[in-house]
């Protein structure tokens, strides 16, 4: 397996602009989370899918943002508009238990200027 | 819910000195933990991991030791070497809230 697939890379957009981030989870997990990290505050998880179900979003910052998952090989998480302070490394992962080992992606660094 | 936190935010070591970076938990009922390695520019990746009804697991040059009596968890590195410079995540869960990560700690290595 390739692990879980992130993209793209690097991101670099203004303000004010929509912004789509992808991630391929692992064929047969059936959690997936997106994270977003920062140097002052670690990590974050914003949302949590179970099978493909959006079960936890208390993490998702406000309006602007939103994540779909609208089948288990493919999600997304969405920012519009973006904001300078949106800017960080986001993650996806997956596993196959909410409780146990998570396989993170190579993530996505997000500049908005 | 959980909360979980690393005891120092930068560890420097010599290389071939053994390392230990150390991490607390304040949820009784987690029943399982995590290390987390993260390299500059990449994803975090697995360790090892250890369950409570362990107090100690080994991997390859790692051991990872729990003491639940403190709700204390290590993870120590034997012969430190240059490619073990990263940032090291402990994380811990078991109940609904799914995994908590700590803030991490980064561990630099002296030549």
């Known amino acids: 397996d390739a692990g879980v697939i992130q993209s793209p890379r690097h991101e670099v957009t203004e303000m004010g602009q929509e912004v789509t981030l992808r991630c391929k989870p692992i064929?047969?997990?059936?959690?997936l989370f997106w994270y977003r990290q920062t140097m002052m505050r670690g990590l974050e998880l914003l949302i949590y899918?179970?099978?493909?179900?959006?079960?936890?979003d208390s993490g998702m910052p406000e309006d602007r943002f939103s994540a779909k998952m609208p089948n288990a090989s493919f999600s997304t998480l969405k920012i519009q508009p973006s904001e300078p302070r949106d800017s960080a490394v986001y993650f996806c992962?997956?596993?196959?238990?909410?409780?146990?080992?998570?396989?993170f992606g190579s993530g996505t660094r997000l500049t908005v200027v | 819910g959980e909360s979980v936190g690393l005891h120092l935010p930068t560890l420097s070591v010599q290389e071939g000195d053994n390392s230990i970076i150390n991490c607390a938990y304040s949820?009784?009922?987690?029943?399982?933990f995590i290390w987390y390695k993260q390299e500059s520019g990449k994803g975090p990746q697995f360790i090892i991991d250890?369950?409570?009804?362990?107090d100690k697991r080994q991997g390859q040059r790692v051991t990872v030791l729990l003491n639940k009596t403190v709700k204390h968890l290590s993870l120590q590195i034997a012969a430190t070497q240059p490619g073990d410079s990263a940032v090291y995540f402990c994380?811990?869960?078991?109940?609904?809230?799914?995994?908590?990560f700590g803030k991490g700690t980064h561990l630099i290595i002296q030549p």
């Open positions: 992962a997956s596993s196959w238990d909410r409780n146990y080992g998570y396989t």
């Open positions: 064929s047969g997990h059936n959690s």
């Open positions: 899918f179970n099978n493909n179900v959006p079960i936890d």
């Open positions: 949820n009784s009922a987690s029943d399982y």
């Open positions: 250890i369950r409570s009804n362990m």
């Open positions: 994380a811990g869960g078991g109940g609904a809230d799914g995994l908590t």
